[in-house]
């Protein structure tokens, strides 16, 4: 299976979401990634459900949503409503993370759990078996144009090994940092799903990035 290039609307220009949408679907490229940010888990803020559902006419994409905020089962009900695809959540933000998961698949969506670079692959572990993505940030969260750090690819190769270990089937994500020359690192790393914000916006020639992005 080739691997799955979700571009990253926190890179586009806000003035013009319905555009941007359009160009990730004209590209090839296979979801959108929709960045949440609340100003309190990161220090930013971005933009919330109505967008997505507002936007969701507009694209054949999954929306792939990434909730940086605290509290975040407040919020995923009204993702889900508005047509979110994958709902994946902080394992630092919330307490109940099991609890959370759970909610997402019964409302019928594919819940993910992301862990910041700070945190280690072993605090999501009991968590694995009930995941349908593991999103691994690769930068610290709140920001696009950061550059990469190869330590946090380890963990995509941990959670690799877990995943053959365990017979377990999620995908594994990697988020921040991602561009022609760390894609080819994260494919050998093990990665299935690239996030792509800035390189893929400063880009004039989209389609045959996302070619080049998948090897
Ligand atoms: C960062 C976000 C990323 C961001 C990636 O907090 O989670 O999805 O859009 O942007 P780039 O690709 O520019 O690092
Ligand atoms: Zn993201």
């Known amino acids: 299976m080739s691997v799955i290039i979700a571009p990253s609307l926190l890179a586009a220009d806000f003035s013009n979401f319905a555009g941007a949408v359009a160009e990730i679907d004209a590209s090839g490229a296979d979801w959108v990634h929709l ?3 609340d100003g309190q888990f990161v220090p930013n803020l971005t933009f919330g459900p109505k967008l997505a559902a507002d936007l969701r006419p507009h694209s054949a994409s999954v929306f792939d949503v ?29 307490l109940h993370s099991h609890r959370l998961l759970g909610a997402i698949r019964n409302l019928g969506k594919k819940a993910g759990i992301s862990i910041i670079p ?23 969260p709140g920001f696009g144009g950061q550059v990469l750090i190869p330590q946090c690819l380890e963990k995509v190769k941990k959670l690799v090994k877990i995943r053959e270990e365990q017979k377990l089937s999620f995908l594994i994500s990697v988020d921040g940092g991602i561009n022609e020359q760390t894609a080819g690192l994260a494919r050998q790393a093990g990665a299935d799903v690239l996030v792509i914000g800035s390189a893929f916006f400063a880009e004039t020639g989209k389609s045959t990035l996302v070619t080049r992005l998948r090897g």
Not at 123 to 140: A, C, G, K, Q, S
Request: aromatic share 10%; no cysteine; net charge negative.
């Open 35 to 37: 960045d949440i940010m």
């Open 66 to 94: 990434h909730l940086m905020v605290r509290e975040p089962e407040n919020l995923a009900p009204a993702f889900a409503q508005a047509g979110a695809g994958y709902i994946t959540f902080h394992a630092e933000a919330s």
């Open 118 to 140: 700070s945190t280690a692959v072993y605090y999501i572990e009991e968590l694995l078996p009930f995941v349908d993505l593991v999103l691994v940030m690769t930068v610290n």
